[in-house]
């Protein structure tokens, strides 16, 4: 299909394990976003990519937490050693370029599903 | 700072209207957007706003008021489907100078029959 995709679609990994998702991103999306939802919670923003801009990290929320995008396809996020409290949804969404005030609404994969026992 | 206020439930019966509220204050303001989610799966887009007014979209419609850093999502004659929680987002400018979402904690929305 033509949307956003992620994979795997749950995850269920032992504490202090490494784990990586991935993100596939509707073609010609030059704008990446990772979020993270906990449970009955909003969305959390973690890390955006811009083409071949730095990426604002600002929301990440330890050093345990990484990413990257090769240049404007698939992106992948890592979560080291991970701890019981990253247990969550991670969404991943796409958007044309950031542009002011144009809509260019954010598109959001499936999410994958993170259990930390 | 970024802050998005929203109320956490609300509960509306079949056909009726109902009215969600979301205030914000943040940093910049490039547009607020609604969208909806429900349990389980991904949000999906409803509304965007970046100047005053009513945006109306078939049952759907989204206001807004910079001055008062408020925006209301308005959804009528209520079906079963529309069970489901509606976050509210605003764009501004991060700290990479380009812009990011923050959005509220969501509202979810009971319809029942």
């Known amino acids: 299909g033509a949307g956003v995709s992620q994979s795997p679609s749950n995850k269920v990994t032992e504490k202090g394990k490494d784990v990586e998702l991935r993100c596939d991103p509707i073609?010609?999306?030059?704008?990446l976003y990772w979020y993270r939802q906990r449970l009955g919670q909003g969305l959390e923003f973690l890390i955006y990519?811009?083409?071949?801009?730095?990426?604002?990290k600002s929301g990440l929320p330890s050093d345990r937490f990484s990413a990257e995008r090769t240049g404007e396809s698939v992106s992948t996020l890592t979560i080291q050693r991970t701890q019981q409290e990253d247990s969550a949804v991670y969404l991943c969404?796409?958007?044309?370029?950031?542009?002011?005030?144009?809509?260019?609404?954010?598109?959001f994969g499936p999410g994958t599903r993170l259990t930390v026992l | 700072g970024q802050n998005i206020d929203q109320p956490t439930e609300m509960t509306a019966t079949e056909g009726a209207i109902v009215q969600i509220n979301c205030t914000y204050q943040?940093?910049?303001?490039?547009?607020l957007f609604w969208y909806q989610q429900h349990a389980g799966e991904a949000p999906t887009f409803l509304s965007y706003?970046?100047?005053?007014g009513l945006e109306e979209k078939g049952r759907f419609s989204s206001f807004l008021s910079r001055s008062k850093g408020y925006s209301y999502l308005l959804l009528k004659e209520l079906q079963m489907k529309d069970s489901a929680s509606y976050l509210c987002?605003?764009?501004?400018?991060?700290?990479?100078?380009?812009?990011?979402?923050?959005f509220g904690k969501g509202t979810m929305l009971l319809v029942s029959p």
């Open positions: 969404a796409s958007s044309l370029p950031d542009s002011g005030t144009r809509r260019n609404e954010q598109f």
């Open positions: 073609s010609g999306h030059t704008a």
């Open positions: 990519f811009q083409g071949n801009s730095a990426p604002d």
């Open positions: 943040t940093s910049g303001f490039n547009g």
């Open positions: 706003n970046v100047l005053d």
């Open positions: 987002a605003v764009r501004a400018p991060g700290l990479s100078g380009y812009s990011t979402l923050t």
